[in-house]
């Protein structure tokens, strides 16, 4: 049984390019959670998913963040224009439901990304 | 505003010992606490979930406390080993996310 995937594991941009970060929850898991791990901070929640919606957005950037899990496929966090500031850890994490506290959320190994 | 908060940001112990970590809580009841283990370079692991009406809950040489007067929660290592050196995250639930304390990475030395 195959935990959440995450790809790539590391990405390297440069200033004003696109990432794109990809995320296929655990078997069975149709809530999706995207989170970042800046340097020396804690893990910062930015969106939560369901199939085909964006439930709750208030911990991502306003401009140039976006994120989608469609019907078909994985979850992706899009960052447009990147700056060296978005150099961080992206975290994915699935869960099975929604309400504590059956939502254990499982978390992926993370994609990298550093902005040069 | 509601913090979550993990004072520690290191702790070293030696073999064998039990290891403390505390993670503190402001201006809100959460109903819910977790506690995570992060390895470097990998994702978080969930360990324990306390709710606000137990004291205390374990899982083999693990154990947390939940002090709601305190607005505190402990969580204790027995019998420490090098292979629990790691950094530990509590989290509290808002809504669906989690909301992460910065961690407390600790060092067991044999």
């Known amino acids: 049984n195959a935990g959440v995937m995450q790809n790539p594991r590391h990405l390297v941009r440069r200033r004003g390019q696109e990432a794109r970060l990809r995320c296929s929850p655990m078997k069975g898991h149709s809530h999706v959670y995207w989170y970042r791990q800046l340097p020396e901070e804690g893990l910062k929640f930015m969106v939560y998913l369901q199939k085909e919606n964006i439930i709750d957005e208030s911990g991502m950037p306003k401009e140039r963040f976006s994120a989608e899990f469609p019907k078909e496929g994985p979850s992706i966090l899009r960052i447009q224009q990147v700056v060296r500031g978005d150099s961080a850890a992206y975290f994915c994490a699935s869960s099975r439901s929604a309400g504590p506290p059956d939502n254990e959320q499982f978390f992926g190994p993370g994609t990298r990304l550093t902005v040069l | 505003s509601q913090k979550i908060e993990q004072n520690s940001e290191a702790l070293n112990i030696q073999e064998g010992k039990t290891a403390t970590l505390t993670c503190n809580y402001t201006n809100y009841s959460p109903a819910y606490l977790q506690w995570y283990r992060q390895d470097p370079g990998r994702g978080p692991v969930f360990l324990l979930l306390?709710?606000?009406?137990?004291k205390e809950k374990r899982k083999e040489r693990l154990k947390v406390t939940f002090d709601t007067t305190l607005k505190q929660s402990l969580f204790h290592i027995t019998a420490s080993q090098p292979a629990d050196s790691a950094t530990y995250l509590c989290a509290r639930q808002a809504g669906t996310a989690l909301i992460f304390g910065k961690g407390t990475t600790l060092s067991v030395s044999s």
């Open positions: 306390i709710r606000e009406n137990e």
